[in-house]
């Protein structure tokens, strides 16, 4: 079968680094993707991850493990308006996009 | 690049009548093209998958009857949800992709805040 989790809520202050991790399993993959979701707007790209690594976009990085069914959202230098829903999602066998149900983080200063 | 608008942002009906919401690829051609629906704090649900030109597919659970769309155009996707009441009160977002050099990523309109009275 296909499923995807990822925590549901995170809390971090404003200037430090956050780690949202997703695991994933499926028979099919065909890249994740990570999404920005901020309150009553629809998600924005963030970042698309189909070979194992790291993929650094200024403060925000993607990090993939195909074989553990891993990844990792790392933002940096966390401003308030990082405050946001992230959400992971697979592409299946079929192009078909898996969504999780999304982590909610809550930026303090 | 990759802009994809909808039309309208928001729009507040009485029961039983119809709403068409349009969702449009400014900058590129949109070969698929999908509509979400999604409910305050809850996730994403997809609800069908366009092809231009080819009848949509449907997820499990959705009325195909009651949520029409049509796609006939590589630029543009229309959803009419028929007959309207309350409980399909919601967020409508679409999203597109290409099958060129923007790969398979989806890129997602504003979204249409429908609110049934």
């Known amino acids: 079968g296909q499923n995807i989790d990822q925590p549901t809520e995170m809390t971090a202050t404003e200037g430090a680094i956050v780690q949202i991790n997703c695991t994933y399993q499926t028979s099919g993959f065909n890249g994740l993707f990570w999404y920005q979701q901020h309150a009553g707007e629809a998600p924005t790209f963030l970042s698309y991850?189909?070979l194992d690594g790291l993929e650094e976009k200024g403060r925000f990085s993607s990090f993939l493990s195909r074989s553990k069914g891993y990844s990792y959202l790392l933002l940096k230098e966390l401003q308030m308006k990082d405050s946001a829903s992230y959400l992971c999602?697979?592409?299946?066998?079929?192009?078909?996009?898996?969504w999780g149900a999304g982590t909610k983080l809550i930026i303090k200063p | 690049g990759a802009v994809v608008s909808q039309h309208p942002s928001w729009v507040i009906c009485k029961s039983g009548t119809s709403v068409k919401i349009e969702c449009r690829s400014l900058d590129f051609q949109a070969t698929t093209m999908f509509w979400y629906r999604q409910f305050p704090k809850q996730s994403l649900m997809l609800m069908a998958t366009s092809n231009e030109g080819s009848k949509a597919t449907y997820e499990q659970g959705v009325e195909k009857d009651k949520f029409l769309i049509n796609h006939a155009s590589l630029t543009l996707s229309t959803l009419t949800v028929t007959s309207a009441h309350p409980e399909d009160s919601s967020f409508y977002i679409c999203?597109?992709?290409?099958?060129?050099?923007?790969?398979?990523?989806?890129?997602f309109g504003p979204g249409t805040r429908l609110l049934v009275l």
């Open positions: 991850n189909v």
């Open positions: 999602a697979f592409m299946d066998s079929n192009y078909q996009l898996i």
């Open positions: 999203s597109a992709k290409s099958s060129g050099s923007l790969g398979e990523t989806q890129y």
